[in-house]
């Protein structure tokens, strides 16, 4: 079994920082790319950024998120500086890797965690 489990959310003022983690567990032969996807209410889920041997970022965070990766630790990070209260969401974390050496990649989720930006 695979599990992902998010930490680092909170609630923050408009301008401030927060840092997310991920940590990956249980059968792993390797991952191919982590990302970090939110979903603020009454919205579809989206993509925020992403990484594997590059990083990707949505437009709207560009320049005041970082996406960083452990390999050795299966951990995947989401700093978040300069925070806006339209970054209010549930973020989740998803990675793309083969359980086995002989399963094709495939997709897990974290259970996701909140993140409140406001005064």
Known sequence: QVQLVESGGG???PGGSLRLSCVTSGSIFAINAM????QA????????ATISGRTNYADSVKGRFTISRDNAKNT???QMDSLKPEDTAVYYCNARLMPTAWSPPQDYWGQGTP???GS
């Open 11 to 13: 609630s923050v003022q």
């Open 35 to 38: 990302a970090w996807y939110r």
């Open 41 to 48: 209410p009454g919205k579809q889920r989206e993509l925020v």
């Open 76 to 78: 995947v990070y989401l």
């Open 115 to 117: 993140v409140t930006v």
